[in-house]
């Protein structure tokens, strides 16, 4: 069902984004609205403490990669069609439940699907900055939810989130602790530090738009 779903979005987004392609694409999400908001909560609120997540061969990673796969879909149809679905934000309004996803002891391809998600999220919030050049007329959906994106982000960081991501390999973290074996992961490695930095530098901007208000 998810990956059919999945598919099925993907397949919508593929087409030149029109008005039709919105309007099919609100028909198929908005009645599944409530269902994908629950059923994500019921999902990413687990312990994934368990040895069936630790292999991307098991059946509950699999549904765990799925799941993320749809939830990359959903991004990307909020992305290109801005509809005004709750379930095409809760990457961002419930970015805790990801981030402590990415901390657990899962797989590490499941951690690096959901670190690429991440910077998928601010780099589009760049390039609407820079399409509008006024990122801070109006207060957006947008606007809010990258708002909570920083907030989640920046407070994990601030309790040694990062020095529990590993990089690649078994002894290569984040936080450099400990040497590595096998070579840290690069790509990763640019993706949690561009994350970072965008969040601070949006928190930032948004304390001196309000200091300006003031």
């Not at 994500?40 to 994934?48: A, D, E, P, Q, T």
């Not at 679905?85 to 690096?112: M, T």
Request: contains cysteine.
């Amino acid at each position: 069902c998810l990956w059919t779903l999945t598919a099925i979005t993907k397949d919508i987004l593929a087409d030149e984004v029109s008005p039709r392609a919105a309007g099919i694409l609100k028909k198929l999400l908005a009645p599944l609205d409530a269902v994908l908001e629950g059923f994500y909560n019921s999902i990413l609120v687990n312990h994934f403490d368990s040895h069936h997540y630790t292999s991307p061969f098991s059946e509950a990673a699999n549904n765990l990669i799925t799941f993320i796969d749809l939830l990359e879909a959903l991004l990307a149809s909020r992305v290109e069609l801005e509809l005004p679905l709750q379930c095409q934000r809760l990457f961002f309004l419930k970015a805790s439940f990801i981030l402590n996803l990415i901390s657990s002891p899962v797989h590490y391809l499941i951690k690096k699907k959901l670190i690429m998600l991440l910077k998928k999220c601010v780099l589009y919030k760049s390039r609407e900055d820079a399409k509008s050049g006024s990122p801070f007329l109006e207060k957006t959906s947008l606007h809010e939810d990258m708002l909570a994106l920083s907030n989640a982000a920046l407070q994990t960081v601030n309790f040694s989130w990062l020095n529990q991501i590993p990089l690649g390999g078994k002894t290569s973290y984040f936080g450099g602790s400990e040497a590595s074996q096998d070579g840290s992961d690069q790509t990763v490695l640019r993706a949690l530090s561009l994350v970072v930095l965008k969040a601070l530098e949006f928190k930032i901007q948004i304390s001196g738009s309000e200091a300006e208000i003031k």
